[in-house]
Nanobody, 123 residues
């Protein structure tokens, strides 16, 4: 079983930056696709972006494209979500997720999830 532990959430002013970290257990981390999702109050879970395990290909939802960057360090079993130019509408609980194989935009396709970390952006 893969365990994911997130950190880095907090309160930030609009226009500011945060970097979320996700530490993963597992000997085959590099083979896992890693996704980031978020859930705002009263809304469903939304795809934010992913990084594939094979090629490191990244993909993002349009609303964060150009502001957020996903990266991974396979030697450290870590994945990161760098968030710049934050907006109040980015306020949500952010989740790290993992699945073995190809990357996916679908939350239901991921097998392992972190505990979530709160990101709050004030105007």
């Amino acid at each position: 079983q893969v365990q994911l532990v997130e950190s880095g959430g907090g309160l930030v002013q609009a226009g500011g930056s945060l970097r979320l970290s996700c530490a993963a257990s597992g000997r085959t981390f590099s083979s896992y696709a890693m996704g980031w999702f978020r859930q705002a109050p009263g809304k469903g879970r939304e795809f934010v972006g992913y990084v594939s395990g094979i090629s490191g290909t990244t993909r993002y939802v349009d609303s964060v494209k150009g502001r957020f960057t996903i990266s991974r360090d396979n030697a450290k079993n870590m994945v990161y979500l760098q968030m710049n130019s934050l907006k109040p509408e980015d306020t949500a609980v952010y989740y790290c997720a993992a699945r073995r194989g190809v990357a996916s935009l679908l939350a239901s396709s991921y097998d392992y999830w972190g505990q979530g970390t709160q990101v709050s952006v004030s105007s």
